[in-house]
């Protein structure tokens, strides 16, 4: 079963504005990590945040944890066209850190 | 750098029939994974490899897939046989992963898999 849950599902945007998704989890994690896929480049990680950190920063994105809310933030700023993607948030946990998918977010960044 | 490596793209079987896939993880990447993505969803987890050795296979369905990673490099995914619930994409994904900390993964193009 998969563990995270985006939210929204689906999102539309103007290039230009800030597109943030969200993500909740069940279980206790060593790390939770972001991952952008499009047809073109396949399932691309972005950015990885430890259970022991709660902000941080790579290039236009901005990843936030909320360990005692199980839940996560992906911050996107001046979106471009580029960024239309689906989202997926994994957690990583247990002894073998295996990676738990969500069912992502669908963004859209209209030109 | 070279990425993983996944043949085929696509494959079209009848149900009943095998399939297998075949993945090559960047060089010097010590953790392979099998995952299945059907539409719509995000990748699940089907096999884990450290090195040669099978770390994780508990959502693997093991009376009809099987897996294998010799000599600790290329691994196959094999259906047989194939249902109808199979089609989805199998994506391939490789990690350095030493001593099981858990590092970011990289993914191949994945194979589409369509069961008729």
């Known amino acids: 079963s998969q563990q995270g849950e985006e939210d929204p599902q689906a999102l539309s945007i103007q290039e230009g504005e800030n597109a943030t998704m969200n993500c909740s989890y069940k279980?206790?994690?060593?790390?939770l990590q972001w991952y952008r896929q499009n047809s073109g480049r396949g399932l691309v990680h972005l950015i990885l945040?430890?259970?022991?950190?709660r902000e941080k920063h790579s290039g236009r994105l901005r990843v936030t944890l909320d360990t005692s809310k199980k839940s996560s933030s992906l911050l996107i700023t001046a979106s471009r066209a580029a960024d239309t993607a689906s989202y997926f948030c994994?957690?990583?946990?247990?002894?073998?850190?295996?990676?738990?998918f969500g069912k992502g977010t669908l963004l859209t960044v209209n030109p | 750098e070279a990425g993983v490596a996944q043949s085929p793209r696509y494959k079209i079987i009848e149900k009943r029939q095998s399939v297998a896939f075949w993945c090559n993880p960047i060089?010097?990447?010590?953790?392979l994974y099998w995952y299945q993505q059907i539409l719509g969803q995000g990748p699940k987890l089907l096999i884990q490899?450290?090195?040669?050795?099978?770390?994780?296979d508990s959502q693997l369905p093991k009376d009809r897939f099987s897996a294998e990673r010799l000599k600790g490099v290329d691994s196959t995914l094999k259906i047989q046989p194939a249902k109808l619930e199979d089609s989805a994409v199998y994506l391939c994904?490789?990690?350095?992963?030493?001593?099981?900390?858990?590092?970011?993964?990289?993914f191949g193009p994945g194979t589409r898999l369509t069961v008729t």
């Open positions: 945040i430890r259970s022991n950190e």
């Open positions: 060089s010097g990447h010590a953790t």
């Open positions: 994904a490789s990690s350095l992963d030493r001593e099981l900390r858990s590092y970011e993964q990289y």
């Open positions: 994994a957690s990583s946990g247990g002894s073998n850190y295996k990676l738990t």
């Open positions: 279980t206790s994690i060593n790390n």
């Open positions: 490899f450290q090195n040669n050795g099978v770390v994780d």
